[in-house]
């Protein structure tokens, strides 16, 4: 891979939502904090099925990092928390924070795609991630100390397919990084397990870009 141009293909998605539908069937919160490390457990208690890292907001000497999160509409809302703040908002709201449908069908990719059923039978997705990275099993190059994925995109409704490369730290000092989950690569502690960090970008081929329109249901 390290001699490999960068595979990009991209689908013309042709969709829209219903939005009655989709406010019957999830709630979506603005989760702002000053401490971003305590996200991790948090959205897993509560029940998060898909997040999205917004614009970081700075005021003054305060770093204050903004998620999207999506959960049902069925789960528990978290208790509050004063080092993290929700505030829920509808379908109709979310352009106010500059969120487009483009990003929610992706929203609704990772919930499908980084999720699972639990013991009780409720989809969940533990350690959400914000970057969706499907992994590739049967690449034939890759080594026991990388991992070859695509990462999902879409772009006024364009989907785009961009092949990414894992490899392994060997630092035990390090204790977080992406690990393979669900058939994705999703940011989380080490637990006796390989974890990975991205590579940088290669260069992507302009010639290994494909359009086509498909339909959405």
Partial sequence: MNTEEKLAKTNYIDFEFNDPGINQQFRFAIITTQIPKKLGSWFKKAQALAIKKLTVMINGNVRQTRYLMMISRTAKIMATD?????????????????????DLL????????????????????????DRLFLIMPNHTKEKPQQRVALEVMIDQHVLKLISRTFTE????????????????????????????????DCKINPNAVRTKKISFL
């Avoid at 630092?171 to 390989?194: F, H, I, L, P």
């Fill in 82 to 102: 004063p080092d993290i703040q929700q505030k829920f908002v509808n379908f109709e709201q979310l352009g106010q924070y500059g969120i487009t449908d483009d």
């Fill in 106 to 129: 992706l929203m609704l990719m990772k919930c499908r795609f980084q999720g699972k059923l639990d013991e009780n039978r409720d989809w969940c997705n533990f350690n959400a991630t």
């Fill in 169 to 200: 730290i060997e630092d035990d000092t390090v204790n977080v990084g992406y690990a393979v989950s669900e058939g994705c690569m999703k940011w989380q502690y080490r637990n006796r397990q390989q974890i990975f960090r991205l590579k940088v």
